[in-house]
């Protein structure tokens, strides 16, 4: 793609996420939504292949399908209460509606079987965009529209995204499927905590922005998509492997990384609102994650897997393709827990 | 609509008539009763002649038949016919499935562990030793647009191969609107899991198409198709040639993925895209040199190895000058 393609397609992508965060009017915010969809489109199909084209196109008719369910929600709204502004939804079919416009842009089970096949038709790079910058837009609105959120709806919809996105990862050999699977996981974590506590979604959503960014870098480092690709990497860049390890501990929620931290507050947070079985299921089912996780990284850094090299150590070779913003990413991915106590200022 | 046809098909047949071919496989299960009464229609050929038929090529036909003979029942061994009891089996099949499929997922990719799955560097994907092994593929021929090919598969001798013969005939149909005819295929059926759900087979860490084939020297095309929800990408595929020796020797052909290019509707387009391997819908042999006359292959296994020294990922270019959107 053209350099000034390329420009205006970022730049449209990221005003029409600016639109939608900063917008009170929910016309504007719809135009957001589709000026961000439209956008990313060609970005998607950035490799011209028929996978990509199937991928491109099954997000689009999601989305789609989704807009359409939130425009539907808006009209219900203005029915009821004659604005347009963004406040309480009085009328509970409008919030229901937008509820589920809003978790099938997000990939939320039981609209979350776009999203890993869309992220395994389509280049590294986009799916980064996609499982990163995607997200921002619905949460903003999530946030928003949170005090009249159907609570018993959202917390199904993250117990059954947590247990999906751990199931599903579970025997997975294509890294951008796990990092789907990561994703519907990490986003129901997020959907279970907004209700009670939206500035807890926002950590959550800040760290595993941070996490996944990391991640998909250091996989576009090696250019990997397959398990088997990550698992030569110790071969090549060793240190990479180290981080790789590091950051799916991370990701995983273990502590003493940073990824611990949102689970912590969430469980926190929802034991305080006298909720007992949910937290406990949502921490046990994390435990199906952390298994393919830890799979991944057993493979990749903690044993040597044969090469088909002849070299012992291709290390030797300075590696030519640049990593950028990847050291402080992966230190704000794994090093902030010790940052904790400063969480208070939240409240 | 699948598990609707697997309980006609399991309802009037209960396994005992032959499976039929695609050519013949119409939508409602009434139609198998006509192919069953056509097959115990046919002339039996007596046993005593077979044998001294079998070295000529014609006996191929008188094979069929006998084959055809074979599968008559007696009087003595009827058909058993019963719905309820169709439909519990196949409900319990269906669960019984969707019980290995869970177990499966637990265990790893494909049933197996991980570690055993990331170190594979060979795998027989389809071999021949049994009824059940045909039973994954289906043949079809001109027959279907109104040709006069015709083809079969069975097993071969000793029950350690599969035998697809039948005779191609390159004589249009007379329908007024096909001008070419003359071809036939063998074709993987899709992999399905519980409640008929589609499946995929994934060679991601494979490199190489390996066959162990034995032909009459006819070309035929190795075609493959990858799995796809959307309808217009039904038509496109990835061939390459598969060149038989025609000698009595086993041939083993081994056909890089890197070199298979792609069609769409039949017609190889200017754009080529690489063969992606993770999820792989079926594979198929179609034979349509436009030569008429009998054919044969014979085939003992199918499998996907890692060739390390085969590091080529794609074999073709794309031209800004035919494809400039691939450049923009």
Request: include cysteine; hydrophobic fraction near 45%; charge should be positive.
């Amino acid at each position: 793609m053209k350099p000034p393609i390329l420009i205006i397609i970022m730049a449209t992508i990221m005003t029409g996420t600016m639109i939608v965060m900063l917008s009170s009017h929910w016309l504007l915010i719809w135009i957001g939504f589709e000026m961000n969809m439209l956008a990313i489109i060609p970005i998607l199909m950035k490799k011209y292949n028929p996978r990509a084209m199937e991928a491109s196109t099954k997000y689009f008719l999601t989305q789609a399908t989704a807009s359409m369910l939130l425009m539907m929600g808006v009209t219900i709204n203005l029915l009821y209460s004659g604005q347009w502004v963004v406040s309480k939804i009085s009328n509970p079919i409008a919030s229901i509606m937008m509820t589920t416009a809003l978790t099938m842009k997000l990939g939320l089970s039981p609209f979350h079987f776009w999203v890993p096949e869309v992220t395994q038709g389509i280049t590294l790079m986009s799916g980064m965009i996609l499982l990163t910058w995607q997200k921002i837009a619905p949460m903003s609105i999530l946030y928003q529209i949170s005090p009249s959120i159907n609570t018993n709806l959202l917390m199904l919809m993250a117990l059954t995204s947590v247990l999906v996105g751990g199931w599903g990862g579970l025997n997975q050999t294509q890294l951008r499927k796990i990092m789907a699977y990561s994703s519907i996981a990490h986003m129901g974590w997020m959907a279970a905590i907004i209700t009670y506590n939206p500035t807890m979604m926002v950590l959550n959503l800040t760290l595993y922005i941070l996490m996944t960014l990391s991640t998909f870098m250091l996989f576009m480092l090696n250019s990997s998509t397959t398990t088997l690709s990550l698992s030569h990497m110790w071969n090549k860049f060793p240190l990479i492997t180290s981080m790789i390890l590091i950051l799916m501990l991370s990701l995983g929620g273990l502590p003493p990384l940073s990824g611990f931290i949102p689970k912590w507050m969430i469980i926190q947070e929802l034991t305080k609102n006298n909720m007992i079985i949910i937290p406990t299921l949502m921490a046990i089912t994390a435990l199906l994650n952390l298994y393919f996780y830890l799979r991944l990284t057993y493979s990749t850094a903690l044993t040597m897997f044969p090469s088909t090299n002849n070299m012992k150590m291709k290390w030797q070779f300075e590696y030519t393709k640049k990593a950028t913003l990847l050291p402080p990413l992966i230190i704000t991915s794994t090093m902030l827990l010790p940052l904790t106590p400063m969480l208070s200022v939240l409240d | 609509m699948a598990l609707v046809l697997k309980f006609l098909n399991g309802t009037y047949i209960f396994r005992k008539c032959p499976k039929p071919n695609v050519a013949s496989c119409p939508f409602l299960g009434t139609h198998f009763v006509d192919y069953c009464s056509s097959s115990l229609q046919k002339p039996v050929a007596a046993p005593g002649k077979t044998s001294s038929q079998r070295n000529s090529e014609g006996d191929l036909q008188g094979h069929h038949q006998r084959e055809a003979a074979l599968d008559i029942t007696s009087p003595e061994e009827k058909p058993l016919v019963s719905f309820d009891k169709a439909i519990k089996d196949e409900i319990k099949d269906q669960f019984r499935r969707l019980k290995d499929d869970i177990v499966n997922h637990w265990i790893g990719p494909e049933g197996r562990p991980l570690h055993e799955v990331l170190l594979e560097q060979a795998k027989v994907v389809w071999q021949f030793r049994g009824k059940e092994d045909l039973d994954k593929w289906m043949v079809t021929s001109d027959k279907t647009i109104g040709g006069r090919s015709e083809v079969f598969l069975k097993m071969g001798r000793n029950n350690q191969s599969a035998l697809l013969y039948g005779t191609l005939s390159s004589e249009a149909p007379k329908d007024g609107e096909s001008g070419r005819s003359g071809y036939c295929a063998m074709i993987s059926r899709i992999p399905r899991g519980p409640f008929e759900r589609k499946r995929a087979y994934d060679w991601s860490q494979f490199n190489t198409l390996y066959l162990r084939v034995r032909g009459d020297g006819r070309p035929w095309m190795v075609n493959i198709r990858e799995d796809t929800d959307i309808v217009q990408r039904k038509n496109q595929m990835y061939s390459y040639f598969m060149f038989t020796r025609g000698g009595p020797y086993w041939q083993e052909v081994k056909i890089p993925f890197s070199k298979f290019f792609y069609s769409n509707q039949g017609r190889i387009r200017d754009a080529q895209y690489q063969l992606l391997l993770d999820k792989i819908s079926s594979i198929g042999f179609t034979l349509a040199d436009k030569v008429d006359g009998p054919f044969f292959l014979e085939i003992d296994f199918i499998g996907v190895f890692t060739d390390p020294a085969h590091t080529e990922e794609f074999a073709y270019e794309n031209s800004p000058e035919l494809n400039p959107r691939l450049f923009k």
